[in-house]
């Protein structure tokens, strides 16, 4: 099994995704610039957290018309494993992967500290073997989750929420919400449940040393799907 | 970068993408906040959108809407409105 860690001008979370993937999950990966046009090889795709493109116009706007993702877009229809972490999560939903968008946080300022999530399902690989509670850092300043109200319904309905912000004992508040997100939302999944975007970086929770080891249980989705 | 402005009969498009209504402006919330504490106490909402000018060797509203589509706006969050600068 092989992971593509995708590669833009202006990606910075590339490296820890790869190293996160190689040395603590045991899984094989390997870079994929963004002028890449096949995926041919690979079982799943890591779009990783940065600034592609230097949030030109709109957080991940000008990623998701790229070559490479034109082939996340083919790849993911077929089923294949997709997950996209913070800009990584901005692209997924501006290439259209993933319902709604990313807004400037409400409180106005770049959040950096740990947070926790509630896993609101367990209908996906990505999502079947977190923790109840997972305790993962955040790292952005356009992290608010923002989607039509009808379109919300419709993911609530088809159990698309795969985390929402919580306080230590597992409760979603306004006080945990780092970004003003609706609904507390962190991270979603598409309709298939193949397609996974979060603000949070799995991949810097992934041994002790680094804070947690929480994001292996998301990582892990990558092997689910392939075992499946 | 192809430069068409030397040409006589340059077509330009003028594109202001601005925030839905609904949705919270955090960036006008901060610049009414910074021109209240400079003294202009009358200001109240400020809304930041983004003015986008492009030269055309021709100007269609069709395909400057296509742009706007496809890449200039985001439907989701985003209004779009387009001039012809003549």
Redesign the interface.
């Known amino acids: 099994m092989k992971i593509a860690v995708l590669r833009f001008p202006g990606s910075n979370c590339d490296q820890d995704a790869f190293f996160a993937l190689t040395e603590d999950m045991g899984i094989d990966a390997a870079y994929v610039w963004h002028e890449e046009t096949s995926l041919k090889g690979f079982d799943g795709v890591f779009v990783p957290g940065g600034f592609s493109y230097g949030d030109y ?2 957080c991940g ?1 000008m990623a998701s ?1 790229s070559n490479v993702m034109q082939e996340v877009v083919r790849f993911a229809a077929d089923g294949g494993p997709v997950l996209g972490a913070c800009n990584g999560f901005q692209i997924l ?2 290439a259209g992967l993933l ?3 990313l ?4 409180q ?1 300022k770049f959040v950096c500290q740990d947070v926790f999530l509630k896993t609101e399902t367990r209908r996906s690989p990505w999502t079947s073997e977190a923790a109840d509670v997972v305790r993962i850092p955040i790292a952005h300043g356009e992290g ?1 989750y ?3 109200p009808e379109d919300l319904k419709r993911m609530e309905d088809r159990a698309q929420i795969a985390f929402r912000y919580v306080n230590a004992s597992g409760t979603v508040d306004a006080e945990s919400n780092p970004n ?1 997100s609706v609904d507390g939302i962190a991270g979603i999944l598409n309709e298939a449940g193949n397609v996974l975007g979060l603000m949070p970086h799995p991949e810097r929770a992934t041994r002790a040393i680094l804070g947690g080891t929480d994001g292996k249980g998301i990582l892990k989705g990558f092997e689910l799907v392939m075992a499946k | 970068m192809a430069r068409i402005s030397q040409t006589i009969d340059v077509a330009r498009a003028q594109i202001l993408v601005t925030l839905k209504p609904s949705l919270l402006d955090s960036a006008g919330r901060t610049v009414a906040s910074s021109l209240q504490n400079l003294g202009f106490t009358e200001v109240g909402e400020v809304r930041v959108g983004k003015l986008i000018e492009i030269e055309l060797a021709e100007f269609s509203e069709a395909r400057v809407k296509e742009m706007c589509e496809k890449l200039l706006a985001n439907p989701v969050i985003e209004r779009f409105e387009i001039k012809e600068i003549v």
Do not use: D, K, T
């Open positions: 116009l709109r706007a018309r939903c501006e319902p709604g968008a807004l400037l946080n409400e106005q608010r923002v989607v039509e003003g």
